[in-house]
Structures are given as C-alpha cells and as structure tokens.
C-alpha cells in the first residue's frame, strides 16, 4: 500500500502516550527488516519520555540524544529486563514500545 508508514508496532495491549507519561523511563526494541522481510537488526535502548504530543513522544537516551517516536507505548509489567545486545539490566521500567522496521518500497520517498 502507498500509504503504508515504514514502521509497524509490535505490541499488545497498546495504548498512546499521555502527558503524564513525561518522566517515565521507557525501554525500546527495534527490529530492522530487509525488503524480503528477513531480520537483518534488532537493537534495545532505553530512555526517558520527554515529551508527548498528539503525534510522537520525544526521548531522551542515556548518551543525551533525542529521538522522536510514534506515540504507542504499552505499560511495562515491574520486573528485571535484560537487554540482548549489552546485558544490561533494566529494572521496572514504565512503559514498553516494539518496533519493526520496513525499508522504503520501490518507487517510495523516505518522509523527513
């Protein structure tokens, strides 16, 4: 479909996020698909929300860089998770997001 975004979510059980969501910790996946659907990447990051609009949530890494994100969050059952890719530990985060990334199709501008 033309119309198609470049990104799917992943995730049950979602909702959008809320202005009260400003200041809680979220842990993200990513998964990198090739144009056969193949996985080619997944990565894990975690952050904290800084802000919320009607459009994206906008958060804030540990390194300092911001990143703007579709606004489905899903809220994050209290636990130990442990990220694949670093073993890091990340306790009872708030709020949880997957996504699965497409490249663009033939024919498709990427939107800036």
């Known amino acids: 479909m033309s119309d198609q ?6 995730q049950d059980n ?8 400003i200041g809680k910790k979220i842990l993200l996946g990513m998964t990198y698909l090739d144009s056969a659907g193949e996985i080619t990447e997944q990565t894990q990051h975690v952050g ?8 994206c949530i906008t958060v804030r890494w540990a390194d300092g860089e911001e990143t703007t994100l579709p606004p489905e969050v899903q809220d994050a059952a209290p636990g130990v998770y442990r ?3 670093t073993g890091e530990e990340v306790v009872n985060p708030d709020l949880l997001a ?3 990334i497409h ?6 501008e990427e939107n800036s």
């Open 14 to 21: 979602s909702r959008w996020a809320i202005a009260a969501d």
């Open 83 to 85: 990220l694949r890719s």
């Open 48 to 55: 904290e929300i800084i802000g919320v609009d009607d459009h």
């Open 5 to 10: 975004t470049p990104y799917d979510s992943a």
């Open 103 to 108: 490249p663009p199709q033939a024919g498709q």
């Open 98 to 100: 997957r996504w699965s």
